[in-house]
């Protein structure tokens, strides 16, 4: 009976934690996304998807771009054969506010995790042929100033999805990253 107590206390404690970043959010103001990014930080389920400048997932968003439909076009940039190239990507809207779909490599889910629309936006593209096998997450900044409260948060949302390997960037690296 002494055991009750702690157990309702931990499961509150841990359920206040996790309400604390959304896994979708409730809803999202597109025209609040749109402008300049950052790549600030990556995380994956799989080292492969991120372990070099090559890698199939390691892209850094340069602006996001709501187009009148309610979708979104993503301007990225990534290194393709010793180069940095820009690429566009459509992100479809779908039922949910802050989920798209997503045609890049494979046919994926991108879901926005949380945003202040004025500083940071966090999200993860997940391959729906391998749910959690197949996740890479992003923070995202307006500026490149670097917020350690951010990228904690960012860290607590990340602890409730399997990723395995994070990559945090300095502004430094933040300002040397790809770019066309």
Known sequence: MKCLPLALGLALVCGLQAATVPLTMDGLDLQKVAGTWHSMAMAASDISLLD???APLRVYVQELRPTPRDNLE???RKWEHGRCVQKKVWAEKT???AEFKISYLDENELIVLDTDYENYLFFCLENTDAPGQNL????????LKADNEVMEKFDRALQTLPVDVRLFF??????EQCRV
């Open 52 to 54: 070099s400048e090559t």
């Open 74 to 76: 993503i301007i990225l």
């Open 95 to 97: 039922e949910l506010p």
């Open 136 to 143: 890479v997450c992003q923070c995202l900044a307006r500026t």
């Open 170 to 175: 300095d502004p430094t690296q933040v300002a």
